[in-house]
Structures are given as structure tokens and as C-alpha cells.
């Protein structure tokens, strides 16, 4: 008699383990995998077909062409519309027309403007506290009033400032 | 039957039958990714640190806070050669004025994002190939086979990938693939004010892109590692890393 | 410099940490069932059962720490070679069938033996495993025998490769200078040994004195020099990684000398190099040379204090690099602290919780099948 007997049961065990893990492999194996190379095919589509939240820089003269005629003209003509509206998706959306928020405060400004070491010299910055002194606006004007830069620059055409007291209507 | 079942599954023992097929157009789209193969190039004299592309990356992608797909630091160095970088909320906000405690000999801001690599360490180690390289020569991670392992977060030099807190798979830049996709350029490249950040496509001979990759004196970041990135840099300097 | 990455947290470490035990506790039980060497009869099963014990955990802290476990399988649906990590699915499983055959083999005569004496439901266990053959018969033992020298010859490798494959992990990362080593498999692999020879004089102590039995002081001797050559091969390898870092001075040394002298300063040098490397070096020289001098007594103490101080040993050394590697920033511009929460879900009481899963088991596995007793001097 063979002394073997135990030994080919657990083999053959084994071999049906390993053939029952290959059949259940391929079943749950995303069809796509593999299809243009070792990765989950579909994925490049799906990728694309996320929908953009900001809008293509001409998008926003579509409606606001007399908007984008003052900016083109003057000192923020580089300057994208949604860096400081927030981006088209919040606007335009599947329930139609939604009120842009309007970012108005001094630290939007500070962002490019506050004078810093590291900005390259040649572009246009301001010590904040400094430059409050030169209009004499006094340093508790960025406590009241937010919206202080706007007294005197208009957001889409900033240069030349003017004369502080005249209130613009941002444009 | 089960003849047949395992047939098909000796057959896909091997998933990879890449080259074979050609992926052509996009699904809905006239988008083909085996026409285009971009660059990013990064012009340093140029970046005023406003942080306007950090914003509009983290709202054009969903990123979590306190998380970057693209970041922004500040190197502060002193005539002796010390340096501080700093980069407060990934340089969202913009930068405020810091007092390094020694006399600024220059200062500069650096935007920092995925590189691209043609040659990645972190599509090499993902054990599963979530992460992969499109022909177009972005690097996209599959979130629906991605194990969450953070073996890529490690592998990659350049600090770019995160595991994002909440669908608690690896995250990185896209080049923002979605927008470039239908003909948009990545968010943050829009967002410049300054045209600091460039992007382009090598395959289009009307671009500039071409000019600037195949003539400019370029930099990349961490040379040495060889992943061979698709971001140059213009007005680089030796104490960037 | 202000990567968003989390950490790799506590539980992490777990992994080298249980996989070196199950390599070393398998280097063990080989030199009986291989090399024959029958001072080590005493302990060859329970090494063997200590091994699968550590094995069958070794997942669960990777689980643990997968943002998404329910996919762990397509590490195994998908693999991707390119990727050091994708083959651990086939090293594992090849090291578990070698390891589960050899046990299953070892202990056939007793499975066979209670799958016939014990009562009722009492014995199904045993008759599933006996696979319906209850052949006890010498020739056929003589063959067992043989398969297992075979499989345990086999399991050196595959041991080897499935911790030296660990240290690979993190030794060809290049985007972090304190992995990326050639000499961090060999490391890992050395340690991984002294871990395991450490757990089973440490188990076999307290097993022997629970059940009342004596300790064979030639098991012992035996095990305690072969934890002190590999304690000293560990030590060295370690130190001679810091040292030619150190007098290469690379860029990487300027970051890494602040992370050993501040960030592990209490992990790497005065646990890692003083209490667990230089104290257990000189408790173990004492074993080994003035052997014929000692008492049994003493003998057991020096090596029971050795081997719970080098355990420390190789945990805080898996610590220093896992936790440590992650503590520099990727542009080597900056060092961060690193507080282990307590309760968060890879925090320090998971890790705890996963480090006792592996006794409570090997617990079991001794109830079911007995590795001490009668059993070894038939086998």
C-alpha cells in the first residue's frame, strides 16, 4: 500500500485552492485593466469627463463685455476674473444664474500688493501701514472699513488712484 | 463550463496586453491623449506669491485644507548662506512680510506641484497600478483601485502626493487633466496674474511651450533622483530643492 | 518643505516588526528540523506553531493601515510588478502553504492520534485535518520525515526573502536617504533573526515555568549563542550604516545627523544602541563565556533579561526607521516631531491590541495542537 495517500490529498487541495483563486481573479478583474497598459483603462475617460469649476478665461466677457473692456485697457488686464469673483461654476449653475461672492477686503489686495522681499522688485507694492499714512487714512481704517483700497482704486482698472474720499462704484 | 472559466482565467493571468490598442478618441469627445504631450515650465522671476493658483487649485480640485496639489514656499536667504522656507497654509493666502532674524540677501517664491515625471518613482511602487502615466505624459491616479497604501506618498521626492483624509485614496495634481482634456489649461496656470506658470502642449507646433522647453536655460528640481520631470523651471537657484 | 502627508503611524511598524519574529522564530525551528540539531528538540514545535502564529497576523496591521482594506485583495488582482510591495501577496502566500504543510506534517501523528481518541464533535477538527487518512504506519513516517526536512529547506529562503523583502520596501525608496540602503535588507534580515531567537527564549521560559517544566540548559546555551553572534552581525551592520553616512558627509548627513541626536534621541540612542544593544551584548558575552561556570539559574536570567532587552532592541530599531524616515521633509529642509496618538485608528493602543493578537493565537494553536510533551520524542 502507498504511504503517500495524505500527501496527494493536501496537494491536490492546494492545486484546487490556487485554480479556485484564478477563476475568481478573473471574474472580479475590471474588464478594462490592462487595456493600455497595467492600469484600469476606463480611468483615463472618467478622468476627463470631471466637469471644470473654473471657466475658460474669455467665459466671463461672454455677458460682462463692458467689465472686460475697462480691465483690458488698464493695469489688472493680466489679471484672471476668478481669481478675485471665485470660480464660473459658482455662477452659472444647473439652477441657473447664482449671485457671485464678491471678495471686497483689503487682504485680497495685500495678496499681490503687500510689499514683500521675496516679490520681484519691479512689480507695484505697498507697505499697507506705510502706505495709509501716505493718504492719511490713519491704521484703524482696515478695522472699519474693509473695503478701504476701493476709496480710491477701482478693482478693474486700478491706476491712477483717485483722490481719496471718492467713492467708486468698483467698476 | 468550468473547462471554460478556467481557461479565461489563465488567459488574464497576465492583465497587460498594452501597445496593442491604440486609445483614440475619448469617449464623447475629439480629445485623442496619443496626440498631445505636455510641459509645465515655472518662471520664478516671475511669481509674486499671491497664492492665486493654490486657490484656485484647491476649488477647481476639491482638495481637502491643509492639503496641496500645488503649494507655493518662500526661500529667505542671508548673505552667509542660511536659509529659511517657509510656505504658511501651502500659500493659500497669500504670503505675509516675516523678520527672518538675519539681513535678507535674496528672497524669492518657488510654486511647487507634481513634476510629471516620464521616469516615476511613484507609478514604479503602487502594488496595484492605480497609478499610472497617460501618453500624454501626465501621471493620474484610478481612485477606485487605489488600496489607500502610501507607498507613493513615500516614494515620491518631491513631497507631491497625500492620501486624502476623506475618500482616503492618493491624491495628487492632475495638470488638472479634466480642464486640459476639453481644451483648458489647469486651473492654476489660469489663475496666474503674472504668467508665472506656463503650459503647454510639445505635440503643437504653434505653441510656445516648444520654444521655451527646447531653448530657455532650464532647471528641474532634484536632478540627481533621474525621474526625469516634465516641470522646468526659469531663475532657478542652487538653494532650491 | 510643507508636504500634506500624514504619517505612517504606530501600528505601522507592527508589520516588520511581526514578520522579523516570524522569520527568526522559523530559522529556530529549523536548525531541528533541518540541521538536526537535537538540543533544539524542545523547542522545534513550538518555534514552528510561534511562527504560524506570527504569520497569520502579519496582514493585519497592513489592513489596518490601508485607507481602503477592502481592497487589499487587488494587490493580489492586479499586481504590478514594477513595485516591490506587489510581490508580497506571492511571498506570502508561498511562505504561508510552506509553513502551514511543514506544521501540518510535524504534527500528523497527533492530529491522527486525537482525531481517533477524542469524543465526538470534540475530534472534528482533527479529522479535517488528518484529511481522512490515519496512516501511522514507520515507512510512512519516514517519508513525512523526509517532506519535512524538504519543506523546512524550502522555508529558509522564502523566510529570508519575506523579511529581506521588507527591508527592500523601504531600502529602495530613494526619495528618503534614511531607507534608501542597500544594507537595509541585510539589516532587517539580521534583526529579524535576533528578534525571533529572543521571542522563543522569552516564550520558552515562561511556558516551561507555567507548565512546571524544566529548562533544558543545552536548548538554552545553545539559542544564547546564536543570539549573540547575530545580536553582534545586527549591531554592527547598524552601526556601520550610521558610521559611513556620518564620514561621507552627503548632502542626506545634514539632516540626518539632527534626526538621530534630537528627534530619536531617546529611540535611537539610548534605547536602540545602549539599553538594547550595548547592555544585552554584555548580559549574553557573560552567558556565552563563563557558561561552564554558571548556574542554571543564572543562566536563565541572563538570558531571559537579554532577550526581552534585545525585543526592545529591534522594536525601537523598526521605530527609528519607520517613524524616523518620515520626520524629514521630502526637500531635506526641515525635521517634525511626532507625537503617537493614543486611541486613533493606527494610534498605540491599536498597536498594542495588534501585537497581542499574534499570543492569543499562537495560545490556541498550542491548545490545538500540544507542541510540547510526549509529542517530541516521538517526532
Not at chain 3, 528578534?195 to 543545552?218: N, W
Not at chain 3, 498594542?352 to 490556541?364: C, N, R, S, T
Request: aromatic share 10%.
Amino acid at each position: 500500500m502507498k504511504h503517500h495517500r495524505h500527501l496527494v490529498r493536501a496537494g491536490a487541495a492546494l492545486i484546487g485552492a490556487a485554480l479556485l483563486f484564478f477563476v475568481v481573479r478573473a471574474l472580479v478583474m475590471p474588464k478594462s485593466f490592462g487595456r493600455f497598459g497595467h492600469f484600469r483603462g476606463d480611468n483615463i475617460a472618467e478622468q476627463a469627463a470631471i466637469p471644470a469649476v473654473h471657466g475658460a478665461p474669455e467665459a466671463c466677457a461672454e455677458c460682462h463685455m463692458e467689465v472686460a473692456e475697462t480691465k483690458v485697457a488698464g493695469k489688472h488686464a493680466s489679471v484672471p476674473c476668478q481669481d478675485c469673483h471665485g470660480p464660473l461654476a459658482l455662477h452659472i449653475t444647473e439652477a441657473g444664474k447664482e449671485q457671485m461672492p464678491m471678495h471686497r477686503s483689503f487682504t485680497l489686495c495685500a495678496r499681490c500688493h503687500q510689499q514683500l522681499a521675496a516679490r520681484p522688485a519691479a512689480f507695484p507694492q505697498i507697505d499697507l501701514m506705510e502706505h495709509l499714512d501716505v493718504v492719511g487714512a490713519g491704521h484703524d481704517a482696515l478695522t472699519t472699513n474693509e473695503a478701504i483700497c476701493f476709496d480710491c482704486h477701482r478693482p478693474h482698472s486700478p491706476s491712477p488712484a483717485l483722490a481719496p474720499g471718492t467713492k467708486t462704484k468698483s467698476r | 463550463m468550468a473547462g471554460a472559466a478556467i481557461t479565461v482565467a489563465l488567459l488574464r493571468i497576465t492583465p497587460a496586453q498594452a501597445a496593442e490598442h491604440a486609445i483614440g478618441m475619448l469617449p464623447g469627445t475629439n480629445y485623442d491623449p496619443e496626440e498631445h504631450l505636455y510641459a509645465y515650465v515655472i518662471d520664478i522671476t516671475k511669481c509674486i506669491g499671491c497664492g492665486m493658483c493654490v486657490q484656485a487649485c484647491s476649488r477647481e480640485n476639491k482638495v481637502p485644507d491643509h492639503f496641496f496639489r500645488t503649494w507655493v514656499e518662500r526661500y529667505t536667504v542671508s548673505e552667509q548662506g542660511e536659509v529659511i522656507v517657509d510656505s504658511p497654509n501651502g500659500g493659500k493666502d497669500g504670503f505675509k512680510p516675516i523678520t527672518p532674524g538675519f539681513k535678507v540677501a535674496k528672497s524669492y517664491f518657488v510654486p511647487k506641484l507634481c513634476n510629471h515625471c516620464a521616469n516615476t518613482p511613484c507609478t514604479q511602487v503602487c502594488p496595484v497600478g492605480a497609478s499610472y502615466n497617460t501618453p500624454e505624459g501626465v501621471v493620474l491616479v484610478d481612485p477606485k483601485r487605489c488600496i489607500g497604501c502610501g507607498y507613493c506618498v513615500q516614494a515620491c521626492p518631491f513631497g507631491s502626493r497625500f492620501i486624502n483624509p476623506v475618500t482616503k485614496t492618493a491624491e495628487k495634481c492632475t495638470w488638472c487633466y479634466h480642464r486640459v482634456t476639453k481644451g483648458m489649461k489647469p486651473a492654476c496656470v489660469e489663475a496666474c496674474p503674472v504668467g508665472a506658470r506656463m503650459f503647454g502642449d510639445l505635440k503643437n507646433e504653434r505653441d510656445p511651450i516648444r520654444k521655451i522647453v527646447t531653448e530657455a536655460h532650464l532647471a528641474i528640481l532634484q536632478p540627481e533622483k533621474l525621474t526625469k520631470p516634465r516641470c522646468y523651471y526659469l531663475g532657478f537657484d542652487k538653494e532650491i530643492r | 518643505m510643507i508636504e500634506a502627508f500624514r504619517y505612517t503611524f504606530p501600528t505601522d511598524m507592527m508589520y516588520p516588526y511581526i514578520t522579523g519574529l516570524v522569520a527568526g522564530a522559523f530559522i529556530v525551528s529549523s536548525l531541528y528540523h533541518v540541521f538536526h540539531k537535537e538540543e533544539y528538540a524542545p523547542i522545534g514545535r513550538f518555534a514552528l506553531l510561534t511562527s504560524l502564529a506570527f504569520l497569520l497576523c502579519a496582514t493585519m496591521p497592513l489592513l489596518n493601515h490601508l485607507g481602503h482594506p477592502e481592497r487589499a485583495m487587488n494587490i493580489m488582482i492586479t499586481p504590478h510588478f514594477t513595485s516591490a510591495m506587489a510581490g508580497f501577496g506571492v511571498l506570502y502566500s508561498f511562505y504561508l502553504v510552506v509553513l502551514v504543510l511543514e506544521v501540518w506534517l510535524v504534527f500528523r501523528p497527533d492530529i491522527v492520534r486525537l482525531a481517533q481518541t477524542l469524543p465526538g464533535w470534540k475530534s472534528l477538527p482533527y479529522r479535517l485535518l488528518a484529511l481522512g487518512v490515519d496512516d501511522l504506519r514507520p515507512e510512512t513516517l519516514a517519508l513525512d520525515r523526509k517532506v519535512i526536512t524538504i519543506l523546512a529547506t524550502i522555508g529558509i529562503p522564502a523566510a529570508c526573502l519575506l523579511h529581506g523583502y521588507v527591508g527592500f520596501l523601504f531600502g529602495a525608496i530613494k526619495a528618503n536617504p534614511w531607507w534608501s540602503t542597500p544594507l537595509m535588507p541585510i539589516i532587517f534580515l539580521f534583526s529579524a533573526v535576533v528578534s525571533g531567537i529572543a521571542l522563543l527564549i522569552v516564550l520558552y521560559q515562561f511556558v516551561a515555568k507555567v507548565r512546571g517544566d524544566e529548562i533544558s540548559q543545552p536548548c538554552l546555551r545553545g539559542l544564547a549563542r546564536w543570539l549573540w553572534y547575530f545580536q553582534i552581525q545586527t549591531i554592527t551592520l547598524e552601526l556601520l550604516e550610521i558610521i559611513t553616512l556620518a564620514y561621507e558627509r552627503n548632502e542626506e548627513w545634514e539632516i540626518i545627523a539632527p534626526l538621530i541626536t534630537h528627534q530619536l534621541a531617546f529611540s535611537f540612542i539610548s534605547v536602540q544602541m545602549i539599553l538594547g544593544s550595548l547592555i544585552p551584548f554584555i548580559l549574553l558575552m557573560l552567558a556565552v563565556l563563563l557558561d561552564r561556570y554558571l548556574h542554571a539559574k543564572v543562566r536563565n536570567t541572563l538570558t531571559f533579561t537579554a532577550s526581552l532587552l534585545l525585543l526592545i532592541q529591534v522594536f525601537s530599531m523598526r521605530w527609528n526607521v519607520v517613524i524616523g524616515g518620515q520626520m524629514m521633509s521630502k526637500s531635506l529642509r526641515g525635521l517634525r516631531d511626532f507625537h503617537p496618538e493614543f486611541l486613533a485608528k493606527e494610534g498605540v493602543l491599536a498597536a498594542i491590541l495588534l501585537f497581542a493578537i499574534p499570543f492569543v493565537l499562537l495560545y490556541g494553536l498550542a491548545k490545538l495542537l500540544p507542541p510540547f510533551g510526549r509529542a517530541h520524542q516521538t517526532s
